[in-house]
């Protein structure tokens, strides 16, 4: 019998599927408020999926499914093949392996920069307090933080601390990405710098996620976009397909009223 560490245990490559993410099925309700529609989605490892759609058509709770914070109604959810949605399935272990930044920055106000970042990986992660700190800022300098390391998150403008929360996100180099909204509450000035991030994450072989309403970005990042309506994803395919030549009348007044 080999002695398997809890923390070794291998958890991403190799699956039944493939897939870093598999959807099948997946319903959510709120009271009367069917939210999600049966979504099936399967996003593979490097792959980038850009999620639009209107406020309210379930975009965020598509996210919040997959990081467990909403369980499932029906259907189930794989990562990395791993059932998610299993009811026994340890929450904390599940989101260890998720990046994770919101619309909002959420940033501890009174830790410097560098603790940040590194908080998760020590606490959860037990990644040895020194190279946390060395990976750390390695990442923020790499990413034009490296003078911020020990700034407290309230002197740096909403760009640079959305910045942080990226590689706060993606320190332990998670198996996925999940971006929601996360340049919505920038000033428009700022959301460029964010953005560039998020391309040189692609550029890495990150597998990512994404939520947003920026159209010229998913069209020029995204390998595949998915377009949310009513709960359901009505259509699906690269950025060519889906800007240039949509499908279904929801996606072109959508299209047209956003573009
Ligand atoms: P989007 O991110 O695309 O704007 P959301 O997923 O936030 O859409 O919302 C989809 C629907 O789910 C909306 O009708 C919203 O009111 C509802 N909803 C979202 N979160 C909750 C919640 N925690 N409780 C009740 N209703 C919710
Ligand atoms: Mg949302």
């Known amino acids: 019998m080999s002695a398997v560490e809890p923390g070794n245990v291998p958890t991403s490559g190799s699956t039944a599927t493939g897939g ?26 490097h792959e980038v999926v850009v999620v639009i759609g209107a406020s309210g058509s379930g975009k965020s709770t598509l996210m919040r499914t997959i990081n467990l914070i909403e369980r499932v109604d029906d259907g189930r959810i794989l990562l990395s093949g791993d059932d998610i949605t299993e009811p026994r399935i340890n929450v904390d272990r599940v989101r260890s392996r998720i990046g994770v930044v919101f619309q909002h920055f959420n940033l501890f106000p009174h830790m410097k920069v560098i603790d940040n970042v590194t908080l998760a990986a020590r606490k959860v992660h037990k990644m040895p307090a020194a190279e946390a700190r060395a990976k750390g800022v390695d990442l923020l300098t790499r990413f034009g933080l490296g003078d911020k390391v020990d700034e407290y998150p309230d002197r740096l403008s909403g760009g640079q601390q959305q910045r942080v929360a990226i590689v706060r996100a993606i320190l332990t180099d998670p198996e996925l990405l999940l971006l929601d909204e996360i340049t919505s509450a920038l000033d428009p000035m700022l959301v460029g710098e964010v953005l560039d991030l998020v391309r040189s994450l692609k550029e890495q072989g990150s597998t990512i996620l994404m939520a947003t309403h920026e159209m010229s970005f998913a069209r020029s990042v995204a390998d595949r976009v998915v377009f949310m309506h009513q709960g359901r994803i009505l259509e699906q395919g690269s950025p060519e397909q889906l800007f240039g030549a949509p ?11 956003v573009t």
């Open 20 to 45: 870093v993410l598999e959807l099948q099925d997946v319903h959510k309700l709120f009271g009367d408020n069917h939210v999600l529609k049966g979504i099936d989605l399967r996003i593979a490892k």
């Open 247 to 257: 499908r279904e009348d929801a996606t072109k007044e959508f299209l047209a009223r």
